[in-house]
């Protein structure tokens, strides 16, 4: 229960700091259902390389 | 035998903490007899040029306050780290990056286009800003340039001790001072404060720790013998390292979290946001959704003090 509460503050959090929505997802998958968690896994994997790799300053100057 | 010399310098900060050495009072004169001062911009009237003409690891202590913010500030804390033997993060902003660091939600551009152009303050109808080299008939000015990103001291040089707070408490500032009279100092790396947390050394009543609706400051009045955060106050103290003396909590005010976070934790925002959401109490999507609109600002909350030493270290920059 605590960890429902905590992931969207800290959504909420790391809009904040520009990191995109998309970066974080909060799933409940039981230990039955093998295939759900396979199709989000690679849903997950497959949203985080169309967003490209993470950095810290978007490729700025003076990080 | 000569005495150790002693230097301070300023760079992004207010000029409390040079005033938390000179709150020291009569013991400022204990100081000054220790050691002697060769630079200190605030008070005494040494330039930049006097340093430069130092040899090497002249000066035995240098304590730095302030972040780092322009090509200014860069060069001198390189300067004073070649030129002394320890050098100490002095403050929140030399150690955290402290308030100044919350510039690092926006950069340069953002930061010019608000100070010089949009302030409903500002006069400014030819929309001067300031340049780096400006030509003018008797020659070249410079100004040092301003970074997108505010940095802490060790992010710039290294640091052999770290005394946090906004400002430093008298009692820390004479500890390190007696640390190094007395040739008693830590390992390098150590944080001159206390090894618990605020909420360890806070002696208020603490119940259970859950808590229904956040309140900001200005919300309410609370009571001064109770556990703040049980009271709805968001309170830093859970993540906040001690040995401040308690100096907000006892003014009936919560916790900023000036003093860094405690030793195991790497992010002091992210440990903050798992205290606070721990205790907020609630299992549905109203409750949640009410607790994340309640904590207007978790970022500018959580990481008043820590930005720059956070592990996000800024907002991300997306430049053209």
């Known amino acids: 229960m605590k960890t429902a509460r905590r992931i969207p503050l800290l959504k909420k959090m790391l809009a904040q700091l520009g990191i995109e929505d998309e970066r974080v997802r909060l799933d409940w998958v039981s230990a039955s259902e093998g295939d759900r968690f396979a199709r989000i896994v690679n849903e997950m994997t497959e949203q985080i390389r169309q967003l490209g790799p993470f950095s810290n300053n978007g490729g700025g100057e003076n990080g | 035998m000569a005495k150790p010399k002693l230097a301070l310098y300023w760079a992004a900060s207010c000029g409390g903490c040079d005033v938390a050495v000179l709150d020291t009072n009569e013991k400022i004169l204990d100081i000054a007899n220790l050691a002697d001062i060769v630079f200190w911009p605030i008070a005494v009237d040494f330039k930049y040029h006097h340093v430069r003409a130092m040899e090497d690891k002249s000066i035995d202590l240098c304590l730095f306050n302030g972040a780092i913010r322009s090509t200014e500030q860069e060069e001198i804390a390189r300067l004073l780290r070649d030129k002394s033997k320890v050098m100490v993060a002095f403050g929140a902003c030399a150690c955290f990056g402290g308030i100044p660091a919350l510039a690092n939600f926006a950069n340069r551009e953002e930061i010019f286009q608000t100070v010089y152009h949009e302030l409903p303050s500002n006069s400014n109808d030819s929309g001067t800003t300031p340049l780096t080299k400006t030509e003018v008939a008797e020659g070249e000015l410079e100004l040092p340039e301003l970074f997108d990103t505010v940095l802490t001291l060790e992010q710039v040089v290294p640091v052999e001790y770290f005394v946090p707070g906004c400002p430093p408490p008298v009692d820390l500032i004479l500890k390190l001072v007696d640390l190094f009279a007395s040739g008693q100092l830590p390992a390098v790396g150590s944080v001159i404060a206390s090894d618990k947390t605020l909420c360890d050394e806070c002696e208020r009543i603490k119940e259970e720790k859950k808590i229904t609706k956040l309140y900001r400051p200005h919300e309410i009045i609370p009571d001064p013998n109770k556990c703040l955060l049980e ?79 956070s592990m996000m270290k800024r907002k991300r920059l997306h430049k053209r």
């Open chain 2, 231 to 309: 009271q709805g106050i968001i309170c830093c103290g859970p993540a906040t390292r001690g040995g401040c003396g308690l100096r907000c909590i006892e003014a009936n005010m919560p916790c900023r979290g000036c003093f860094g976070p405690p030793p195991g934790v790497t992010d002091q925002g992210a440990k903050l946001v798992s205290a606070i959401a721990s205790i907020y109490q609630g299992d549905n999507e109203d409750d949640i959704k009410r607790m994340v609109e309640e904590m207007v600002d978790p970022a500018g909350t959580f990481y008043r003090f820590g930005l720059a030493d």
